[in-house]
């Protein structure tokens, strides 16, 4: 594989320069030998590979999700891990560092789960374009309930699809095999699944959600929860805030005013500033349809 350089592209923000640049937390190449750092022209051959903290891209068939190495939050916890999973559009450089800011932000265990499904139009509706993420979450999530472990997913926009699809293989996979007076819908309840800003109408009920929702944010508004004729999940918390961030994508990608405008909104960055501990938003759920809660009261 060839060596890439690692850096900031572009006219960017000064302080965007120093927060993405200065870190210093991403690696110029691939250390670890189990895993690899894919040429950017062929990333989508990786969709489903695991992200690492250590900006290496590891193969799922040869590797358990507990031993990936983590980026890891300020006080170190190498407890839960949170799974990952990008938007549209996703960047060798980016992913890692978005992986470590989460890290940061949520003070856990972080590791990702690479989806390469992309998009020419923010507006259009998503696409599935392989099926390669969906199979990785599908194990993940089978290994949790066989063990009877929380399984604990955030995704991002369009990462959100992919999730929703792997839920609902796993949930019919599971009924299929598992026959008799049980509830399914309690079995699934251990799948906590965090959106923001996703780009998808529906989810199946059964797993706890909570969904992140800009109150700008146009894709919220037209793909996801904040469309009244979506379906968030059964007893899904939608927690809504309203506010505008400098895009964090800008310095791997060149972005249009149209996208700059979106971003702000619908970015990683506005996102990443808003989000807390998952049972603490969980606290509101009801027990039939959803909640739409204001953020600042679920922080209260």
């Known amino acids: 594989m060839k060596e890439r350089k690692w850096g900031c592209w572009g006219p960017v923000a000064v302080f965007l320069g120093l927060l993405l640049c200065g870190s210093g937390s991403v690696a110029a190449s691939c250390q670890d030998a189990r895993g690899l750092m894919p040429d950017p022209a062929l990333l989508s051959e990786y969709s489903g590979f695991y992200v690492g903290g250590d900006a290496c891209f590891y193969d799922p068939t040869g590797i358990r999700l507990g031993e990936v190495p983590p980026a890891l939050g ?7 891990r949170l799974i990952f999973v990008n938007g549209a559009n996703p960047k060798v450089e980016r992913e890692p560092e978005f992986l470590r800011l989460l890290a940061q932000a949520r ?3 972080a590791v990702g789960v690479l989806n390469t499904q992309t998009s020419d139009d923010p507006f259009s509706a998503p696409e599935i374009r392989g099926t390669s993420a969906v199979k990785t979450l599908e194990s993940v999530m089978w290994d949790g309930l066989k063990h009877d472990r929380e399984v604990l997913i955030r995704a991002g926009s369009a990462g959100a699809s992919v999730v929703a699809i792997a839920i609902g293989r796993t949930k019919a996979s599971w009924a299929a095999r598992h026959p008799g007076p049980y509830k399914l819908d309690e079995t699934l309840r251990a799948i906590k699944v965090e959106t923001f800003g996703g780009a998808n109408p529906f989810y199946p009920d059964g797993p706890s959600y909570v969904h992140y929702a800009n109150l700008l944010d146009p894709n919220a508004q ?13 007893g899904a918390v939608i927690a809504v805030f309203r506010d505008t961030a400098a895009p964090l994508e800008a310095p791997y990608e060149s972005l249009t005013p149209k996208n700059y405008r979106i971003l702000s ?15 603490r938003a969980y606290r509101f759920s009801p027990s039939h349809l959803y909640i739409i809660v204001p953020l600042a009261i679920l922080e209260r």
């Open 265 to 279: 909104h619908h970015g990683f960055g506005v996102y990443n500033a808003h989000q807390m501990d998952f049972d």
């Open 222 to 234: 037209k793909f996801g929860v904040l469309n009244p004729l979506n379906k968030p999940g059964q």
């Open 74 to 80: 300020p006080s170190g916890d190498t407890g839960q």
């Open 107 to 109: 003070d856990l265990p």
